[in-house]
């Protein structure tokens, strides 16, 4: 199966020991996290979302406020997969959804490779418990460390869009899934925050050089039952860095919140 390529000469890695190396002798080594730094860019400073969003994040997921979602997502990968696939989940996280459909392929019989990349060093040191099947790496999803044409399926959940990178990827006829807000999703949540909340704008459900196969919209309401859920939700959001102290605080006297979930889960096959 193709794996990851090096990012700087673009050869095939080929995993010996703890390090990743390619024909030309580049070397990239596993972190104790479990995952290889493919990042191009080395400048100081982290990259992507720090450890406040990525634990906020995980500790909201792990109560399973989004179970809805995870299981449409991995019926979705699913049903597209085939034996001998390889999915790449672009943006990935700390692996929440890439574990779940990883193992789901596993219990499926599809035999598959599952390749994970995200730019926080972050997100992929918390990913460290999920599945080891997953090969992850930190790395940009406008330059992902992978072969052209290499993968079958291309999976981003909330994450930057480069159609040119998906594109290049992706066999042809292989699938694309997107996961996004809808347009009231949180309005509870911004409510309690925000003197005059907005909703979020969603776009035509159209990419260039792809054909849209499947379309599933999850409209859920939510309990969340502790303030400390309520503020994770919001911390695990962009909304949080764009916020006052002041507007955030507002949570502080909630202890329970019903808040709408909206989600599209948009599969595209490339023509």
Request: hydrophobic share 35%.
């Amino acid at each position: 199966m193709p794996g990851f390529i090096c990012p700087v000469c673009g050869d095939a890695l080929e995993l010996i020991g703890k390090s990743y190396k390619c024909s030309s002798n580049h070397c990239y080594d596993i972190s104790r996290s479990g995952y290889v730094n493919l990042l191009l860019s080395q400048k100081s400073g982290n990259h992507g979302d720090d450890k406040l969003m990525v634990n906020a994040r995980r500790d909201f997921l792990d109560k399973g406020y989004y179970n809805a979602l995870r299981d449409k997502i991995t019926d979705t990968v699913t049903k597209f997969a085939s034996d001998g696939c390889t999915v790449l989940d672009a943006g990935c996280g700390e692996c929440y959804y890439t574990s779940h459909f990883t193992e789901s392929l596993k219990q499926s019989g599809i035999n598959s490779e599952v390749l994970a990349v995200d730019i926080s060093k972050n997100a992929l040191a918390a990913a460290k418990s999920r599945s080891k099947d997953i090969k992850k790496a930190v790395a940009s999803i406008f330059h992902l460390p992978v072969a052209d044409t290499s993968c079958d399926i291309v999976v981003n959940v909330f994450a930057p869009f480069c159609r040119e990178e998906f594109d290049r990827v992706l066999k042809k006829g292989g699938v694309y899934i997107q996961i996004i807000p809808l347009e009231n999703h949180l309005w509870e949540l911004k409510e309690a925050v925000y003197d005059i909340p907005y909703k979020n704008e969603v776009h035509k459900y159209e990419i260039e050089g792809f054909e849209l196969a499947k379309c599933s919209e999850i409209h859920k309401t939510i309990k969340l039952s502790s303030c400390e859920d309520i503020k994770n939700l919001f911390m695990m959001t962009p909304y949080y860095y764009k916020t006052s102290e002041k507007d955030f605080n507002k949570l502080s006297s909630f202890d329970s919140l019903r808040v709408s979930t909206e989600f599209a889960v948009l599969a595209f096959r490339k023509k």
